[in-house]
């Protein structure tokens, strides 16, 4: 079935809608939840929470990509569910090496008065301006979590220049959010 | 910012860039024709520059003057590599001169890909197109921060740690052996050797996977001299280009 079609269901509310959205996209939002959290129960139940944030928020939002919705909902949920994870040291060491690199951007850990969305878009800002394959190279990273040895293996580079190139794009993130008015 | 803004905030990424960058990746035309005429220029320097290269070591550390301390850590330990201050005073935050390593397998660079050299670090990537040895070296200041912290590495928990010497023509090296409990560890898991040296000015370093042999290493130590040009060598300040 086509998205435009699930996404019609989902204005019936026709629960058909919720079955058709597992069934084409189950799969792809459970790896996304996997990645961050390493846990198959965790992932199964993030996944089938955002099932349900579909389900809530369709309508009255209409997505344009409803596989990217979903998915991106789905790892919100698991990112809740590890910061829980976090604070007991609890969690798959790729994502413990991804917050640690991440972290390196905030110089302290206070609360702020922006908007997520405003950072996103900052993100986005400087991910448009990064060549096709370092962009790709940063989503894997810093959105799918992946390992720089799957990385590596996408992209047949050494896991090590992976190390590099991503060190090499959170030194420039970082002068990017300072440039933008972000407290890193 | 809170640290976790930033990981939710990776969230809101433009959906066209999330699937473009599950698209298969295009073809990598290698620069392998110029690296192997690079090479070979390299092959031809190095025999008119190994005696000269032998002075290197002159004040390489003892295993005393370059050591590792834990200084903590949020989901792991951290470590800092530091130089002895009082023997780096000579040294400054920019780096003067640039040393590169000229060692070379049949069909192997140092690649564009991943190095990149700057007024305080120079970062050389070995790449052999997927055969075993991988390795980066890298070449900082002596005394690149206040404390003369040279350089610090994060270990994720679990992870093996051995402090060793490794000796090569009657030096020891500090040697750090990585074995991560899973693939953890840079995603690479066969582990990994750092060795630290240095000259009194610079702070030097060559990680390898721990598969790579000592004799290799060696040779790859052995090789590295100080060039004239930095930018013949590695991009000079400017991205580094991992496609053609």
Redesign the interface.
């Known amino acids: 079935m086509r998205d435009e079609e699930i996404i019609d269901l989902y204005f019936e509310r026709n629960e058909l809608a919720l079955s058709e959205t597992e069934k084409k996209y189950k799969g792809y939002c459970f790896s996304v939840a996997e990645n961050i959290l390493g846990d198959r129960q965790d992932a199964e139940e993030c996944v089938n929470s955002a099932l349900l944030g579909a389900w809530n928020s369709i309508p009255p939002n209409r997505p344009e990509n409803l596989k990217m919705f979903v998915a991106k909902t789905a790892r919100n949920i698991a990112l809740n569910k590890l910061k829980a994870k976090l604070t007991q040291k609890r969690g798959g060491n790729e994502v413990f090496a991804v917050f640690e690199e991440l972290s390196e951007l905030a110089s302290e850990d206070t609360e702020s008065d922006f908007e997520a969305k405003e950072l996103g878009e900052s993100i986005n800002r400087f991910a448009g301006e990064l060549k096709e394959r370092e962009r790709n190279i940063f989503i894997r990273r810093y959105f799918f979590m992946e390992s720089p040895g799957e990385i590596g293996e996408r992209y047949k580079i050494s896991p090590n220049s992976v190390s590099v190139i991503l060190h090499r794009l959170r030194k420039k993130l970082k002068k990017h959010l300072e440039k933008e008015g972000f407290d890193v | ?15 066209e ?5 599950e698209a298969k ?1 295009k073809k ?1 035309i290698k620069r392998r024709a110029a690296s192997i005429a690079v090479a070979a220029v390299l092959i031809i320097m190095l025999s008119v520059t190994a005696i000269a290269a032998a002075g290197f070591f002159s004040t390489v550390n003892d295993g005393e003057l370059v050591f590792m301390e834990a200084v903590g ?4 330990d951290t470590y800092q590599i530091r130089f002895d201050i009082d023997v780096a005073e000579d040294s400054d935050h920019l780096l003067h001169e640039y040393y590169v390593p000229m060692y070379l397998e049949e069909n192997s660079a140092w ?1 564009d ?4 050299a700057g007024e305080t670090y120079n ?1 050389m ?1 070995y ?1 052999n197109y ?1 055969e075993n040895l ?3 070296f890298y070449q900082y200041p002596a005394w690149n921060y206040d404390n003369g912290a040279s350089i610090g590495y ?1 270990v ?3 992870t093996e740690l051995s402090e060793t010497v490794f000796e090569i023509d009657g030096e020891e090296l500090l040697c750090i052996d990585m074995q ?10 066969f582990g990994t050797r750092v060795l630290f040296w240095s000259d009194g000015y610079n702070m030097f370093v060559l ?1 390898a ?1 721990l598969d790579v042999g000592e004799d290799v290493l060696r040779e790859i130590i052995r090789s590295v001299e100080k060039v004239n040009n930095i930018s013949e060598y590695v991009k000079f300040n400017e ?2 280009d ?2 053609e």
């Open positions: 910012m809170k640290k976790t803004d930033i990981l939710f905030a990776m969230s809101e990424l433009r959906d860039y999330i699937e473009a960058s990746p990598r850590g949020y989901t792991g690649t890909c991943g190095g990149e970062v990537v790449d997927g991988f390795a980066i994060s994720p928990a679990g991560p409990a899973d693939d953890g560890f840079r995603g690479d898991p990680e996977r991205t580094p991992c496609e």
